[in-house]
C-alpha cells in the first residue's frame, strides 16, 4: 500500500518552533501529496532510523547547513511547515551525488526525495526554485531549443566570464583535452547546436508533454515566450520543408 493511501497527515503536527505558518494549511498540504504522490516517494521512503549515516557521507552536509537526515525527518514525520520551510533554501544544497542512497541501512535515497522536492517547488513556483535557476537561463535556452548545452570548445577562459574569478585560472590543455572527448559531433558549437528540424521537433514534444515547458513557465516566463518563439519557428521550418518534399515526390 502507498504512502499516499494511509497518510498519517494530521491537523496538529507541526513545526512547533514556527509560531504561524508562512502559508495556508491546505497549500502545505497540497505541497505535500504533490510530493507524496510521485512514484518515486514511496520507493526512496521506507522508514528511517534517524541514524545519521546519510548526513556523515553526505558532501554538503560537510559545508551547508544541510542535513538528509533532517529532510527524510521532516518527510516521514509528515511535518508540512518543515517540509515548506526546507523547501525555500535547504534542498537546493544537495550535490545529487547519491552517497546517502548507497549507505542508508533502511534502503532510502534522500537525494532522491530532495530531487522530488525540487520539482515540487518548481511546479509551485517558488522563489527559491526561481533564485536558483535564474542564473541558468542561458543553459535551459540551449538546452531546450537544441538539445545541447555545452560543446568542448565552450570550455575556455573566455567563454563563461559569469562563472567567476576562478573560471581565469583554467590552464589544461584544452586542446588535447577536448580530442579525447570521444563524441566528434559535439567538438564545437556548430555542430552541436545545429540540431536536425525533426529532431528539435520531436525534443519540443517531449518537453511538451513532460511537463518541462509548463515548469518553465512558472518559474521564468520570459525564458518561456523566447523559447515558444523559437519552437514556433522551428515547427514552421520544419512544415515548410515537409511540404517542400512531398511537392518534390509529386513532380
Ligand atoms: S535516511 Fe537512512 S541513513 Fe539517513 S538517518 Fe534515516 S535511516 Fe539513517
Ligand atoms: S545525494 Fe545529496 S543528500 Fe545525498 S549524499 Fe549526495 S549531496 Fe548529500
Known amino acids: 500500500?502507498?504512502?499516499?493511501?494511509?497518510?498519517?497527515?494530521?491537523?496538529?503536527?507541526?513545526?512547533?518552533?514556527s509560531e504561524s505558518p508562512p502559508v495556508g494549511r491546505a497549500k502545505l498540504e497540497e505541497i505535500f501529496r504533490d510530493i507524496q504522490s510521485d512514484l518515486r516517494f514511496d520507493h526512496q521512503l521506507n522508514g528511517c532510523l534517524n541514524c545519521g549515516i546519510c548526513t556523515a557521507t553526505c558532501p554538503s552536509a560537510h559545508y551547508y547547513d544541510y542535513s538528509p537526515r533532517e529532510i527524510v525527518q521532516l518527510l516521514?514525520?509528515?511535518?508540512?511547515?518543515?517540509?515548506?520551510?526546507?523547501?525555500?533554501?535547504?534542498?537546493?544544497?544537495?550535490?545529487?551525488?547519491?552517497?546517502?542512497?548507497?549507505?542508508?541501512?533502511?534502503?532510502?535515497?534522500?537525494?532522491?526525495?530532495?530531487?522530488?522536492?525540487r520539482e515540487v517547488a518548481i511546479k509551485h513556483g517558488l522563489e527559491s526554485a526561481?533564485?536558483?535557476?535564474?542564473?541558468?537561463?542561458?543553459?535551459?535556452?540551449?538546452?531546450?531549443?537544441?538539445?545541447?548545452?555545452?560543446?568542448?570548445?565552450?570550455?575556455?577562459?573566455?567563454?563563461?566570464?559569469?562563472?567567476?574569478p576562478n573560471i581565469s585560472k583554467v590552464d589544461a590543455p584544452l586542446a588535447t583535452l577536448r580530442k579525447a572527448i570521444p563524441v566528434p559531433t559535439l567538438h564545437t558549437t556548430k555542430t552541436a547546436w545545429e540540431v536536425n528540424l525533426k529532431t528539435s521537433v520531436e525534443l519540443y514534444t517531449i518537453w511538451?508533454?513532460?511537463?518541462?515547458?509548463?515548469?518553465?513557465?512558472?518559474?521564468?516566463?520570459?525564458?518561456?515566450?523566447?523559447?515558444?518563439?523559437?519552437?514556433?519557428?522551428?515547427?514552421?521550418?520544419?512544415?515548410?520543408?515537409?511540404?517542400?518534399?512531398?511537392?518534390a515526390e509529386e513532380d
Open 208 to 247: 511538451e508533454e513532460t511537463g518541462v515547458l509548463e515548469s518553465l513557465k512558472t518559474v521564468d516566463p520570459n525564458l518561456f515566450d523566447v523559447i515558444g518563439d523559437i519552437m514556433d519557428e522551428k515547427r514552421d521550418d520544419y512544415s515548410d520543408w515537409q511540404e517542400e518534399q512531398q511537392e
Open 130 to 164: 526561481k533564485n536558483v535557476l535564474r542564473p541558468f537561463s542561458r543553459v535551459m535556452l540551449k538546452l531546450i531549443s537544441t538539445g545541447n548545452q555545452l560543446s568542448p570548445d565552450m570550455i575556455s577562459r573566455d567563454a563563461f566570464p559569469d562563472w567567476g
Open 1 to 17: 500500500m502507498s504512502h499516499a493511501d494511509t497518510t498519517r497527515v494530521q491537523q496538529h503536527i507541526g513545526d512547533p518552533l
Open 76 to 117: 516521514w514525520t509528515e511535518n508540512l511547515e518543515g517540509i515548506y520551510d526546507a523547501m525555500q533554501e535547504k534542498i537546493w544544497a544537495c550535490a545529487q551525488c547519491y552517497t546517502c542512497a548507497a549507505r542508508c541501512p533502511f534502503g532510502n535515497s534522500p537525494g532522491g526525495l530532495v530531487m522530488l522536492m
